[in-house]
């Protein structure tokens, strides 16, 4: 099949670059047009329709997030193209959305290209999109994470993870409510991702302190959540879980 694409970024030789990969690399996509700007970008996105859209996350007079409210109601995946900012990629890790960094590495664009394929062909009806730009207007606690499941993807909003816990390759997601998710990540994937109130205690526990009921004191201590969940503190992690208290 062939994938319609675009292409949206301020300088012509990053697009001329990618174009020139996308041709020699990835031949089931055809690049319809590009734009160097969001002021060119949206009646582009309009008039062509694109099943895909290479997006710049920075560009000067906005960004890639400016792009996503103007063609808000298109539906379109998305390929952010960066330079490694951590704003920018904890927002795009959280609502599970294809990126590569600057420079182009050619197998990341193989790879986020057959990702991207692979969900035009299930039809899936899931924006990440639409996650993405509410999560970028949320503080951090409110905001909401995409988890691949062997069904697809589901939305967990962050205010509702109790703790996470790792469990061989996968980890547990504990929820207010009582119920769990088996994630096929590792909890390391989360501790880089998830920002305060979310702390690593252990290293098979990072709690939500928002859920945290006490503290009892020992070697590294015990930590009991909402949910009475009682759970060891490592001695390494002491300092850092009670820094969060006193600060």
Do not use: W
Request: overall charge negative.
């Amino acid at each position: 099949m062939k994938i319609k694409a675009v292409i949206v970024d301020d300088e012509q030789i990053a697009r001329e670059v990618l174009r020139s990969y996308l041709t020699k690399h990835c031949p089931q996509v055809e690049v319809l047009g590009e734009a160097q700007n969001i002021k060119e970008a949206e009646p582009l996105i309009r008039s062509t329709q694109p099943q895909l859209v290479f997006l710049d996350v920075e560009m000067p007079f906005g960004n890639a997030f400016d792009v996503l409210e103007a063609t808000a109601d298109c539906t379109y995946e998305t390929i952010f193209i960066t330079a490694f900012s951590e704003y920018s990629l904890q927002a795009l890790n959280m609502s599970a959305s294809y990126y590569i960094l600057k420079p182009i590495d050619i197998q990341e664009l193989i790879k986020a290209v057959a990702k991207v394929q692979e969900q035009i062909e299930k039809n899936e009806n899931f924006n990440r999109n639409e996650i993405l730009l509410q999560n970028i207007k949320q503080n951090h606690i409110q905001q909401q994470l995409i988890i691949p499941t062997l069904q697809g993807f589901e939305v967990v909003k962050l205010d509702q993870i109790v703790h996470l816990e790792a469990d061989g390759n996968f980890t547990q997601i504990h929820l207010k409510d009582g119920g769990k998710k088996m994630v096929c990540r590792f909890l390391k994937h989360f501790e880089d991702l998830l920002a305060a109130p979310f702390i690593r205690i252990h290293r098979s526990h990072i709690i939500n302190t928002e859920f945290m009921v006490s503290y009892q004191k020992g070697s590294g201590g015990v930590v009991t959540l909402i949910n009475k969940k009682e759970i060891d503190v490592a001695a390494t992690y002491k300092d850092a879980l009670l820094g969060v208290f006193n600060g």
